[in-house]
C-alpha cells in the first residue's frame, strides 16, 4: 500500500497536455518517489485491470467509475482515487464507502477557465464568428445572416451561483447585462452583487435572453432542462452548457432547434459524451445519432468538454491532485478535497 516513499498512480485517459502540466510538478522533491503509470485508455470494466500494481487511480470526468469498476480496482490492489476533476457524478461514492477506497477531487482550479469558455461560446454564437472564420477563408466576405445582438441591457439567467456561476455573473455585469440568479442556496457573493437579482427558476427560465447552467448534475438538476422550459424560454434565447450534459434533454433541445425557438445552443458538454469527447473519431465516423444531428445545426456550437483547458487550471489541477496522492501516502488528506 502506500509508504513513505512515493506511490504507484494508474493515470487513466492521459493527454499530452496532463504529461506535460503534472509532469512539472512532479518534479518538485517532494515527488521524488511517485510515479505514473500513463495510460492513454479511457477506465472501464474492461481496462480496470490495468491499475494492478497500483495503490492509487487517477482519473478523468469521462472515465466510469461505477460500482463494477471500483470493486475492480479495488480487487486489483487500489485503495485510493484521485479525481482531477471538480465533479464527481460519474463516481459511485456508496461503492467507494462499502469498499474502504479513499476518494479526493480537485474542489476548485480555475473557475475562471470555465466561465470564460462560457463567455467565448456565448460570444461566438451571438456574433456567428464560427461561420464568418470559414466564410472569410473561401473569400467570402459578404455580411448576410451575421447579424448579432448587443449583450449590453440583455438579460442573462445564471443557474447556480457557486464558484463558476459567480464568476460568469460578475463578467455579464461588466457587459452591462441584467443578471437573474437561481440558486437553492445563493452565494454571499451574488447576493449583494450589482446588477444580479435572485429570483425563481421558472422566472428566469421565462425572462431571460441568454440561460447559462452552472449546477452540478444530481438526481434533482437531470434533465433540468427538459421540453416544458425549452418552450416557455423567450423565442431566440441562447442556451449555455458547460455544466454537464444530462442536465440538458437533448432530443427535447433539438425540438426546440428545430422548431426555430432557440436561437442558440452553446455546448461543453453532452448527454452521452463518454466515449466520444476527448477522442478522435474523425476515422472512425460518428455512431451517436443525436449528436450527429445537433452538429447539423448551424446555431450550436459544441466543443469537447474543454472549458477547463488552460495552463492555470492544469497547473492547479496537477498541483491539488498530487497534493492529494502525497497526503495519502502519509496517511491525512485535507477536508476540502477528499470526497470519501
Ligand atoms: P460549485 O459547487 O461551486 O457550485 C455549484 C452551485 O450549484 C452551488 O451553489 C449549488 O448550490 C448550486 N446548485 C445545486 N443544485 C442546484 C439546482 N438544482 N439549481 C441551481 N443551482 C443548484 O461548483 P462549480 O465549481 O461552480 O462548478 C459547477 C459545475 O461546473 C460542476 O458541477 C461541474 O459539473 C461543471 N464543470 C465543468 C467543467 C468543464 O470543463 N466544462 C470544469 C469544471 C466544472
Redesign the pocket.
Known sequence: MASETGLKTAFFSTRAYDRESFGAVLRQPQYSGFEMAWLEARLSAETAVLATGCPAVCAF?NDELSATVVERLHAVGVRMLALR???F?HVDLAACRRLGLVVARV???S?Y??AE?TVCLLLTLNRHVHRAWQRVRDLNFSLDGLTGFDVHGKTVGV?????????FARIMTGFGAKVLA??????AETQGMPGVSLTS?EELIEQSDIIS??????E??RH?INADRLSRMRPGVILLN???GRLIDTKALIQALKAGHIGGAGL??YEEEEGIFFADCSESGLQDDVLARLLTFPNVLITS?????THE?LHNIATRTLQSLLEFSTGRISAEAQLV
Open positions: 470526468v476533476s471538480a465533479g457524478n474542489p476548485a482550479y473557475p477557465a470555465v469558455h443557474i447556480g451561483t457557486g464558484r463558476i456561476g459567480t464568476v437561481y440558486d437553492p442556496q445563493p452565494s427558476l447552467l452552472h449546477c452540478p448534475l444530481t434533482q438538476t433540468l458547460t455544466s454537464r461543453d458538454v468538454h474543454q472549458a477547463f483547458l487550471a
